[in-house]
């Protein structure tokens, strides 16, 4: 009975299915069973899909495309264990994945895996959870997900783990999320900070690289320095630096070390408990160039407070950064300079490195095939001239001015951003600004102006603004194109560039050629635009448009309506009528290539002797350009001595037809006969008079003379001055009328004639443009005697009638003079 009652019970029953052994080597038939009820094929559906995860990226691929994610997603919840721990495991594999962690992200998993993270759980799980969640949380919605799903508490709780697993997986998980700030706030206010601490000797490196890497990003705040210090973090890990086992990570804790010592409190407190010399020592001690520079680095960043610099200055730290100069090390030589660079903030540093002799090999290193050498060397550069004349002179005896250009004519951006700060600088100093423009330095700085980099605009503009002082210069940059790219950095939509920009052109616009070059690229258009805005509106945006008007008084006159008595009138100036706001001004020669219209003719000043009048385009100054025929007279005046010999026994009146064909060609103006002869009568009649009331009298009649004479108010009409013109506009072929030919003028020409000859025999007045063709003449003349030495009376302003009763002076605002301007 026993035997069968043995038997009976080992026999399956009806309802039960007889054990079935099943040996699979295809992954789909695996993923179906992850679907099975029996908590033993689970097991070993996911034991398996993990092994084969383990093999490979493709296999992982494999198993996301048979649809094996989606339910090892459920299962690392199951109520089993041994099924728990292998779909974590299986899991786990496939989530370095990217299109995995797409899915899991998409199958909203994370809280599943947080809720695994309890200390009850086995270890295998903690590690594969961690494992997972260190995979996910380098996309960001995932590590906000995890943030916001509070892991870091048990993540934290798992840095005590004793599995080098789990430790390494939490570390890592944490290193990704303190990316962001409110996990690194979050890991100070739950003493993760402590936990990280006590993990720094740990005897696996990859756990050590970790803790310091996380602990790195966690000091950039400063309240977590504070809590660092708290822990005594900084003994631990001066304590990990002098350790030699740890040598291979001592980059890492340098970089962490740089963190902490930005505080002055931690910097007081190693120079106190002998850590600095520490870190001096891993400066000067030869060994590995990765450590060496990561110490110098260290140093520059420690630098950048002032405190801080203070207290590496009296560590005498310039002479251990000049002696590592000399190292054959690229990576060493760039890190120094960077230091050096930060340690010239202090100006007792500044003189401190030129004393040592520090500035000619750094000027040497501008010359290294290195480009990163090449940068920071000029970034040192930079910060030692910045404001120190004698290391501007050092870097110019160590020959620095031809490898300064050169790297702006070949190197990066940020190459040429600094070299040509340190041209800025060097080019306060007169004789260092000639010796840098004899290497070319203006037409270099062309190429650059058309960068998209605002850094290494700001600090080209500042450089031609600094180099553009005297004509030469000026001209050079002209030459080489460079005032079309200014013109259009005036546009830029950054605040430094333009107000920058603004400061070049108030400086290359203080010569006539230069100025009228500017004007022809729209920068009058573009300064009035600014100067209308007041946001872009800046002190250079005025400055600049005062110096372009100052130096193209046709401009000017058109714009303003006004010319001073300190503007003085030259021959090229013309008068194109009155402008309206935001119009812009066309040169001469733009206007005279215009078919004859029934506008107002332009009026034309050109004083010039005819031998200077010569219709060669090549040595005679262009209509643009009025400034270029003072600079070039006297060679004109040699070089066509025979033309001109020949223009003088021409006749006046054969060269009529040409003049508007001239003044088109070449953009030349003709010689004008009657207002030569006025100056000369001018000079001859009015000059030797005494009383300046006599001379400015004298001058109007001579004025009024040539322009028709006197004219009651009433008998206006019968001047018929516009007939007049009109006739002399068909006579020349040509819109613009020099003015020695008008001989019936009204108050516009008269006041124009009476400015124009003021100018030329050296009597000050001012021209002032009214409406309808009104125009008059305001002069300074000082009356009675000094009632005590020294003390003279004041000038009163009269504005000159040149029109009804020419030579009568009426004192300004009188009813007279009111009358005149505006009748």
């Known amino acids: 009975?026993?035997?069968?009652?043995?038997?009976?019970?080992?026999?399956?029953?009806?309802?039960?299915?007889?054990?079935?052994?099943?040996?699979?080597?295809?992954?789909?038939?695996?993923?179906?069973?992850?679907?099975?009820?029996?908590?033993?094929?689970?097991?070993?559906?996911?034991?398996?899909?993990?092994?084969?995860?383990?093999?490979?990226?493709?296999?992982?691929?494999?198993?996301?495309?048979?649809?094996?994610?989606?339910?090892?997603?459920?299962?690392?919840?199951?109520?089993?264990?041994?099924?728990?721990?292998?779909?974590?495991?299986?899991?786990?594999?496939?989530?370095?994945?990217?299109?995995?962690?797409?899915?899991?992200?998409?199958?909203?998993?994370?809280?599943?895996?947080?809720?695994?993270?309890?200390?009850?759980?086995?270890?295998?799980?903690?590690?594969?959870?961690t494992q997972c969640l260190a995979s996910l949380a380098l996309d960001f919605t995932c590590k906000v997900q995890i943030f916001d799903s509070d892991a870091l508490g048990p993540l934290i709780h798992l840095l005590s783990s004793n599995d080098p697993d789990v430790v390494k997986n939490s570390v890592e998980c944490i290193y990704n999320l303190v990316q962001d700030l409110p996990s690194r706030v979050a890991v100070c206010e739950l003493n993760g900070i402590s936990l990280l601490l006590g993990q720094l000797r740990s005897e696996f490196p990859v756990i050590q690289e970790l803790i310091l890497r996380t602990l790195e990003r966690i000091t950039a705040d400063k309240e977590a320095r504070v809590a660092f210090r708290e822990e005594q973090g900084l003994e631990k890990l001066l304590e990990f630096l002098t350790t030699k086992e740890y040598s291979d990570l001592h980059v890492e804790a340098l970089q962490l070390v740089s963190n902490c010592l930005e505080d002055v409190e931690a910097m007081l407190h190693i120079q106190e408990t002998g850590g600095l010399q520490i870190l001096l020592e891993f400066v000067m001690t030869p060994g590995l160039p990765e450590v060496q520079s990561s110490a110098v680095k260290a140093i520059a960043k420690v630098a950048q407070s002032y405190e801080n610099r203070k207290i590496l200055h009296e560590q005498d730290v310039e002479k251990s950064l000049m002696t590592l100069l000399a190292v054959e090390n690229n990576r060493m030589r760039s890190a120094t300079c960077q230091a050096v660079a930060v340690m010239s903030k202090n100006l007792t540093s500044k003189d401190t490195f030129r004393l040592l002799d520090g500035i000619k090999?750094?000027?040497?290193?501008?010359?290294?095939?290195?480009?990163?050498?090449?940068?920071?060397?000029?970034?040192?550069?930079?910060?030692?001239?910045?404001?120190?004349?004698?290391?501007?002179?050092?870097?110019?005896?160590?020959?620095?001015?031809?490898?300064?250009?050169?790297?702006?004519?070949?190197?990066?951006?940020?190459?040429?951003?600094?070299?040509?700060?340190?041209?800025?600088?060097?080019?306060?100093?007169?004789?260092?600004?000639?010796?840098?423009?004899?290497?070319g330095a203006m037409p270099t700085l062309v190429g650059p102006l058309q960068?998209?980099?605002?850094?290494?605009?700001?600090?080209?503009?500042?450089?031609?603004?600094?180099?553009?002082?005297?004509?030469?210069?000026?001209?050079?940059?002209?030459?080489?194109?460079?005032?079309?790219?200014?013109?259009?950095?005036?546009?830029?939509?950054?605040?430094?560039?333009?107000?920058?920009?603004?400061?070049?052109?108030?400086?290359?616009?203080?010569?006539?050629?230069?100025?009228?070059?500017?004007?022809?690229?729209?920068?009058?258009?573009?300064?009035?635009?600014?100067?209308?805005?007041?946001?872009?509106?800046?002190?250079?945006?005025?400055?600049?448009?005062?110096k372009l008007l100052d130096n193209n008084l046709s401009a000017k006159y058109s714009l303003t309506g006004l010319l001073s008595s300190t503007d003085i009138i030259t021959d090229g100036f013309y008068d194109p009528g009155q402008a309206q706001s935001g119009q812009s001004v066309l040169d001469l020669a733009s206007l005279s290539k215009q078919v004859i219209n029934q506008?107002?003719?332009?009026?034309?000043?050109?004083?010039?002797?005819?031998?200077?009048?010569?219709?060669?385009?090549?040595?005679?100054?262009?209509?643009?350009?009025?400034s270029e025929s003072r600079a070039t007279s006297a060679q004109s005046n040699k070089s066509g001595s025979r033309a001109s010999s020949k223009a003088k026994h021409r006749d006046e009146d054969e060269s009529k037809p040409q003049q508007g064909k001239e003044v088109e060609r070449h953009?030349?103006?003709?010689?004008?006969?009657?207002l030569c002869s006025l100056i000369a009568e001018a000079t001859k009649s009015i000059l030797p008079l005494q009383e300046e009331r006599e001379q400015h009298k004298a001058l109007a009649i001579l004025v009024s003379d040539a322009m028709g004479g006197p004219v009651s108010a009433e008998r206006q009409h019968e001047l018929l001055w516009e007939l007049h013109l009109s006739e002399l506009k068909h006579e020349e072929q040509s819109n613009v009328i020099l003015i020695g030919k008008i001989k019936k003028g009204t108050y516009c020409h008269r006041a124009l004639l009476f400015k124009a000859l003021s100018d030329k025999i050296g009597l000050y007045s001012s021209l002032v443009r009214g409406d309808y063709n009104r125009a008059w003449n305001e002069v300074l003349i000082t009356e009675g005697t000094p009632k005590a030495p020294g003390c003279f009376p004041q000038p009163c302003k009269y504005v000159v009638d040149l029109m009804h009763n020419p030579g009568e002076l009426m004192r300004s605002n009188s009813p007279a003079a009111v009358k005149y301007q505006c009748i």
């Open 361 to 439: 090999p750094i000027v040497q290193l501008l010359r290294s095939e290195s480009a990163e050498v090449r940068e920071s060397a000029a970034q040192a550069l930079s910060s030692l001239t910045s404001g120190n004349q004698l290391n501007a002179y050092a870097v110019s005896e160590a020959e620095g001015e031809e490898a300064l250009v050169q790297q702006i004519q070949e190197g990066s951006s940020r190459e040429v951003a600094y070299a040509a700060s340190v041209l800025t600088n060097m080019a306060a100093q007169e004789g260092l600004r000639r010796n840098i423009l004899s290497h």
């Open 667 to 674: 953009g030349l103006l003709p010689w004008d006969s009657a």
């Open 451 to 546: 960068s998209k980099d605002t850094h290494l605009l700001v600090c080209v503009i500042q450089a031609v603004a600094a180099l553009a002082c005297d004509a030469e210069s000026r001209t050079e940059f002209r030459t080489a194109g460079g005032l079309p790219h200014l013109v259009k950095l005036l546009h830029s939509y950054n605040t430094e560039v333009r107000r920058n920009a603004c400061w070049a052109v108030s400086v290359c616009a203080n010569d006539e050629s230069t100025a009228s070059e500017l004007c022809k690229f729209g920068a009058l258009g573009v300064l009035q635009d600014i100067n209308s805005s007041t946001n872009r509106r800046n002190r250079f945006s005025d400055i600049a448009l005062q």
């Open 1 to 129: 009975m026993g035997k069968k009652a043995k038997k009976d019970a080992e026999t399956p029953t009806k309802d039960e299915f007889d054990p079935l052994s099943i040996e699979s080597k295809r992954a789909d038939t695996v993923v179906l069973m992850l679907n099975s009820p029996e908590e033993v094929v689970l097991a070993k559906a996911c034991e398996a899909i993990c092994k084969f995860a383990e093999k490979g990226e493709e296999n992982r691929i494999t198993l996301m495309a048979l649809g094996a994610v989606e339910p090892l997603s459920r299962l690392i919840s199951h109520e089993d264990k041994s099924v728990r721990r292998n779909a974590f495991m299986a899991l786990g594999n496939m989530a370095s994945n990217g299109d995995v962690k797409k899915l899991l992200k998409k199958l909203d998993v994370i809280p599943s895996i947080i809720a695994r993270l309890s200390p009850e759980e086995d270890v295998v799980i903690h590690e594969f959870a």
């Open 599 to 626: 506008r107002r003719p332009v009026v034309a000043v050109n004083g010039k002797p005819q031998d200077l009048c010569a219709h060669d385009p090549a040595q005679e100054k262009r209509l643009d350009s009025p």
